[in-house]
């Protein structure tokens, strides 16, 4: 799918979410990204193979302050 030179990474790489966006609808909350792999907002992610990728946005706070 991607015409880039260098090419994108394919959908099937550990990088593929750093591939170029081709379509977004911000208001439903995806990207299509040009190796075919669909983003959603929430960190979720469809793969062009139909496989699903659950949302892995942290679910716990990361903080470095201190406590007294």
Do not use: K, Y
């Amino acid at each position: 799918m991607c015409q880039h030179m260098p090419p994108c990474p394919t959908a099937e790489l550990p990088d593929h979410e750093a591939a170029t966006a081709v379509a977004q609808d911000h208001v439903m909350g995806w990207t299509l990204l040009c190796n075919g792999v669909l983003n959603f907002d929430d960190t979720g992610e469809l793969l062009p193979d139909g496989t699903i990728i659950a949302p892995h946005r942290p679910t716990t706070a990361t903080g470095t302050g201190t406590t007294s």
